[in-house]
């Protein structure tokens, strides 16, 4: 059941919500409302649009309502306030000692959990080490597994470059995987999905840029990713992402130890027009 609910009393009988239904299954009643009837409802995305659309706010779905919601007139950055967002964000490598406040740290991933998916799935799994002590016992268990393989020979060739950040770390305890960042989230999806890595990766995109306007850092982590997902399986399976995931990207953020003054610049972008 999708619990399509429309208050009568608020209803100006618009129509927005059936010319925007991606579906086509919500139509007007011999009254002139909005309805879906019950053999249609399989076919519902559960996108919402009808309730976001409703200028009257006089639909609910899926259980939820639309006061619950935030409204968007006037609550977009401008365009230079998102265009700064984008052009300063940076790659954090350099944090500070200490966890976040786990309420904000519970808002960027209910903020991410928004971003959009293929055929709104909506099945991105965040594998989260919410404490800088359950980090630091993973790159302990990181850095002895890649230790072992480097012994054995067995790191593949194409990753030979890993054995100079097990030696950094076992002269120096210089962590080059992990930056000694407080946290880590790995964001996974099923295999059977039509979109499994975009997915991943959009999810990780829009945490990366509302955690920035929260001034959480961020880094994406490749060489922490290639690590568990490739090289030590057991350290996977430890942290209990799903054998049926795909591995979407592993990302590194906490309080940063270093403030950036200025976007960047870089040469103009790539574009071919077509004609």
Known sequence: MIDFMVDREKCTQCGQCVGDCPSRIIVMDGEG?????PEKEPFCLRCEHCLAICPAGAISILGYRPEESLP??????????LETLIKGRRSVR???????????MQKLLDVAWHAPTGVNSRQVRFTVLDDRTKVARLRDEVMEGLMRLDREGKLPAAKAYYAKFVKIWEKHKVDLV???AP?????????SLSTPKEDCLIALATFELYAQACGVGTLW???ASWAIDEMLPDIRRSLAIPDDHLFGYAMLFGKPAVRYARTVQHRPALIHRVP
Do not use: T
């Open 33 to 37: 409302y909005p309805a879906i009837a």
């Open 72 to 81: 968007l007139a006037g609550g977009y950055p401008d365009p230079l306030q």
């Open 94 to 104: 350099r944090y500070k000692p200490e966890n976040l406040d786990a309420a904000l």
């Open 178 to 180: 992990f930056r000694d």
């Open 183 to 191: 946290h880590l989230v790995i964001a996974s999806a099923p295999k």
């Open 221 to 223: 982590n490749g060489i």
